[in-house]
């Protein structure tokens, strides 16, 4: 019985653990930095501007900018500001992890032989005892973990200042998760939540924040 409860704990912790993403973000702004104005989220690739999935991610930066306070511009033209973003995962870092094996170590139902005395005369015994059972490590084992780093950044600049070949930033965010979700599609909205979570946080400094998943990777 106590075995099944350690073993039910043990689950219950790592699939508590499973259910949030942890992101560290770090942000830089400039002192005149604005949350106002139009502005358009693009990728740096052009290529990748015309994929489906950037523009499913782009919709999303979308969303969390005009909560913010921006007005999103369908053109560059009529835009103020250009939202630079890029987002991969890289191919993983695998590791051994040793667990201990929890087992019965000692007590329990027990045989037993031996001589005792009754009344000044020697009676040999025999038969079953019982004692509480001690558990402990019995063993350990093993298995092969890969963690991937996952990664979003995002640039905020003046359009005017793209135009001319002379980037002006206004903001510098970049976040990133460890996990082993090899899948950037299932952790990308917690860890755009843990961006723009406080937005755009104090400059210079990194901050975690932890959200809840229903990712199942």
């Given at each position: 019985m106590i075995k099944i409860i350690l073993m039910l704990v043990m689950v219950s912790v790592f699939s508590g653990c499973a259910t949030k993403i942890r992101t560290t973000t770090t942000t830089f702004y400039a002192p005149d930095h604005?949350?106002?104005?139009?502005?358009i989220v693009v990728s740096p690739d052009h290529q990748t501007n015309n994929s489906l999935?950037?523009?499913?991610y782009q919709s999303?930066?979308?969303e969390k900018l005009k909560a913010k306070g921006y007005t999103i511009a369908q053109n560059i033209e009529a835009s103020d500001y250009i939202a630079l973003v890029s987002y991969g995962i890289d191919q993983g870092k695998s590791s051994i992890v040793s667990s201990p094996?929890?087992?019965q170590v000692g007590g329990g139902t027990e045989?037993?032989?031996g001589t005792i005395y009754v009344d000044g005369k020697k009676t040999r015994y025999s038969g079953f005892e019982y004692t509480?059972?001690?558990y402990g490590?019995?063993?350990t084992s093993t298995r092969t973990v890969t963690r991937y780093t996952r990664a979003i950044?995002?640039?905020i600049v003046k359009t005017e200042s793209f135009k001319q070949d002379n980037p002006e930033k206004m903001y510098e965010i970049r976040a990133k998760s460890v996990g082993n979700c090899s899948v950037m599609l299932e952790v990308f909205n917690e860890m755009l939540e843990a961006m723009f979570t406080n937005f755009p946080n104090e400059s210079g400094k990194a901050i975690t924040v932890a959200v809840e998943t229903d990712s199942r990777c």
């Open positions: 604005q949350q106002r104005g139009a502005i999935a950037f523009k499913h999303k930066f979308n094996i929890v087992g045989y037993r032989s509480m059972p001690v490590v019995v063993g950044a995002m640039d």
